[in-house]
């Protein structure tokens, strides 16, 4: 059973890095960021490809975000993406996670679709809503944090992932919205004659027309949405440093630790 | 005003999770404040006794008692949620931030076309504008957003961020009868699968030296293992490291592993993401080992060491040996 599957996926500025806030405080220092894939659409990246070929049919990556997301539509073209599409989306941060899942729905009704994949949540925003408010959306079923996907009798079975590290399996009607977990699967690397091959592919451009909104200021919300401000977390208690040369710090630990009863004198 | 004060309790083989009693403490604080109505919301099937014990929480909790509600299913609670919010006009709808309730609350929030913020610390009201306070980019930079609107707000509270709540007087349980259409129920409840045990229970140890990415190679576990074996201690591991089978599932500290409470815990090159931390930070003593000054392991540490742990562990080892 070929299907059509549409991944999302979503640039972020890479979580390792230190963060500075803006100077009207409603944003972090964006010039000199490192972006890179969100960890989790690594995932569902894979998994898409790998639906694809167990039942065959086709992998489209869709991400809505400015021009440097190229770059990360290049790198799901060579990870085994056929199509990759920009939705034109250029505010650089997008907190609102409800205004850019009704955009990605609006994309997604105007590409074939039977399985929509995306990451459980983005690194940068740490929402895990994208999936479910786009599955709200296009009036589909869905199913979040999955672990595992196969393809059984015209749908699919998925195994969703519960605290403490139980599983739930479910039977899921197609088309359908699956949240993909971390460590679903072993993402693989792109090989370098389909990178080449990448940097050729077309990516295709969405404007805020081809969704039918006037502009991205246009699209309908129920609500009114506002960053009031960001500041660096205060911290709720802060550890004792142990500080000196890496010799004084295992000194001093090894002390510690003896002291606290946690090793042979 | 607000409004009314919705939340939706949740539950499995029997028990109310935790995080369902943190959430009735933000409601409760935020109907007190606003003077609106709170109701919990209960579905399931036979489940009168989880009704009751929640009612010992004082709030009014909303018993829906169906067949297709007896397993959690996205669709059939979300049905069955969709009903609930259509029947109680709330203004604001509280849901814990866990698999269950992200799976949930945004679906609903997409289907009613409703504002929705999701993983949020805490909750206020600022006139008619609910006010969240959430965590971003790894727990480095705290944000405050705000949303208005005339519809039912969905708003998910993250695990941990709150007390639960502790006994009150007045509360009461209400059967709310909703119809759900078995017709359009396209997901449907297989089974409930648990991790196989054949490993050490990490969760029993008094000792756990657990190992974060900053071990970089999978060749560098054996230190920790050394390390652990030195303290008379078991090594646990955060997420990243048994995503990619360095060690064991049963070895994982954190939301969807273990909830450890060890005598002392090392963390190893451990940021200190919300998911490890709400698995150990209820340790007796944390040891934190970062090369990241800011990192947010730091925070819940009691005591902290930004070095390589790579260089310091070989450099304690030979303290500790000498």
Redesign the interface.
Known sequence: MPLNIVVCLKQI?N??L??Q?ASDGKD?KRDALNYKLNGADEYALEEAVRLKEKSGGRVVGLTAGPKRTDQMLREALAKGADEVVRIAFDEPAA?D??KV?RIL?AAIRTIPHDVVLTGVQS?????????????????L?????VTRVEVKGGGL?V???????????????LP?VLTIQ??ANTPRYAPLPAIMKAARQPIKELSPAALGFASWDAVP???????????????????????GT??E???K??????D?G???R | MPGDVLIFAEHLEGRVAPSTLEVIAVGRELGSRTGGHVRVVLFGHDVRSLADLLARYGTEVLLVDDPALAEYTPDGYGQAARAVVEGTKPGLILVAHTSEGYDLAPALAGVMDLPLVTNCLALRFDGERLVATRRLLNEKVQAEVEIASSRPIVATVRPGSTKPAGPAAGGTVTVTPVRIDPSKLRTRFLSIERPQVQDIDIGGADIIVSAGRGIQKRENLPLIEEFAKALGGVVGASRPLTDMDWLPKTRQVGQSGKTVRPKLYVACGISGAMQHVAGMKDASLIVAINTDPSAPIFEVAHVGIVADVLKLLPATLKELKG
Do not use: W
């Open positions: 500025p979580p390792d230190q963060f806030i972090i907190y996670v409800g899942s729905a690194d940068d925003l740490v929402n895990s809503a994208t999936g479910g408010l786009v599955a709200g959306f296009l009036g079923p869905h199913a979040s944090v079975e195994a969703c992932e519960l605290e403490g590290g139980l599983q739930r399996l479910y039977s899921i009607a359908a971390f460590g919300l129920p609500y009114a949405f506002a960053v009031r401000g960001l500041s660096p977390p205060a911290a709720k208690g802060h550890a004792e440093m142990i500080t890496v010799d710090q295992a000194k630990l090894a002390q510690f630790l003896r606290k946690f090793a042979r």
